[in-house]
């Protein structure tokens, strides 16, 4: 019989997290709204939906081919996070109850994704699109590998 969604604690998590993100940013200020407000928001939502939709694709526990999405939307969560105490946004009720939602979260989705960083991704930090590069920015030449005249800086 197929894995419920609604029956993993790593999705359940995840929801009260979403739950959470919207209670943390609701009294934000109105400049906060189109940035951090919505990108705190975005992220929340993208950690349980590739949980559940590897379980509707029959993947146990969630994992899918994007594995890392949920891991770098909790990461994403974290630096937000960092953000938003600066700025003084946070207020202590509903922020504690975010911040233990991605606490709870970032310790088993790794096992429950089935994603393991390759020893290179461990070894310095970084995430790749695994070909061995790191991802290219909106915008960037393609990474050849090969310095050209344009790789040169002023």
Known sequence: MPERVEN??????????????DEVTR????????GLTTQLRRAAVSVPTPIAEGVGRGRRCGAVRSAPVPLGSLSE???LWVAAEGLGYLTE????GLR????????PLPA?????PSRSDRATGCSH??????????GDKPRTGR???????P
């Open 77 to 79: 969560l974290s630096t």
């Open 100 to 107: 233990r939602e991605i606490e709870a979260l970032t310790r």
């Open 112 to 116: 429950c994704t089935g994603y393991q």
């Open 93 to 96: 009720d509903p922020a504690a």
């Open 129 to 138: 699109n695994g070909s061995g590069r790191l991802p290219q920015a909106p």
């Open 147 to 153: 310095r050209t005249d344009d790789d040169s800086h």
């Open 27 to 34: 009294d934000w200020p109105s400049e906060a709204r189109h």
């Open 8 to 21: 993993l604690e790593i999705w359940q998590r995840g929801v009260r997290g979403v739950t959470a993100a």
